[in-house]
T-cell receptor
Framework: AQSVAQPEDQVNVAEGNPLTVKCTYS??????LFWYVQYPNRGLQFLLK??????LVKGSYGFEAEFNKSQTSFHLKKPSALVSDSALYFC????????????FGKGNQVVVIP | GAGVSQSPSNKVTEKGKDVELRCDPI?????LYWYRQRLGQGLEFLIY????????KSGLPSDRFSAERTGESVSTLTIQRTQQEDSAVYLC???????????FGSGTRLTVV
């Protein structure tokens, strides 16, 4: 079964500094990978996905993520964090050849300090 | 509709009562998912619908939980004899094709007192 690990509970970063949220995954076949963001009392919003092709994926709000097959990672990055980026971030994976279930990590709370 | 709609947005119920949570997916989205998010925890998969059938309901935590979908549209998640540990946000998501990003509703916050 597919699974995701987000090793850090909380990521603190100063406004204007680079932001990285780490994610590693485990699937039996080739992965579909996703990042979602959740603001307080809101549902999850899609940020970006990797399906195939270029390992560097660009998404909404200036975020990007790099698929690294050898390290089974899909870290989320933003060159310059904004206070408004403070939210809960979820990484998710689905096995291309498996069932249709999307497995989520436990989430990372990002706090951008003004 | 324009997005995934869930109702009610908040529900407070007494222990032992039954509750029904509703999800209206985006029109044309054949796949529908239910997830549970407990306070401070990640998303826990509950059940997946393709059309009106549920090929994967392995995430339902007990036989008190059931779900159905009709008309390849609306889905209802029913929790019977609610317990305090059922308190969580219940999220619904839909997608046209599973390898696309899922669209989530805003969730139903269930509190069992």
């Amino acid at each position: 079964a597919q699974s995701v690990a987000q090793p850090e509970d909380q990521v603190n970063v100063a406004e204007g500094n680079p932001l990285t949220v780490k994610c590693t995954y485990s699937v039996s076949g080739n992965p579909y990978l996703f990042w979602y963001v959740q603001y307080p009392n809101r549902g999850l919003q899609f940020l970006l996905k990797y399906i195939t092709g270029d390992n560097l994926v660009k998404g909404s709000y200036g975020f990007e993520a790099e698929f690294n097959k050898s390290q089974t990672s899909f870290h989320l990055k933003k060159p310059s964090a904004l206070v408004s980026d403070s939210a809960l971030y979820f990484c998710a994976v689905r096995d291309k050849g498996g069932n249709n279930r999307l497995a989520f990590g436990k989430g990372n709370q990002v706090v951008v300090i003004p | 509709g324009a997005g995934v709609s869930q109702s009610p947005s908040n529900k407070v119920t007494e222990k032992g009562k039954d509750v029904e949570l509703r999800c209206d997916p985006i029109s044309g989205h054949t796949a529908l998912y239910w997830y549970r998010q407990r306070l401070g925890q990640g998303l826990e998969f509950l059940i997946y619908f393709q059309g009106n059938s549920a090929p994967d309901k392995s995430g339902l935590p007990s036989d008190r939980f059931s779900a159905e979908r009709t008309g390849e549209s609306v889905s209802t998640l029913t929790i019977q004899r609610t317990q305090q540990e059922d308190s969580a946000v219940y999220l619904c998501a839909s997608t046209m094709v599973p390898n696309y990003g899922y669209t989530f509703g805003s969730g139903t916050r269930l509190t069992v007192v």
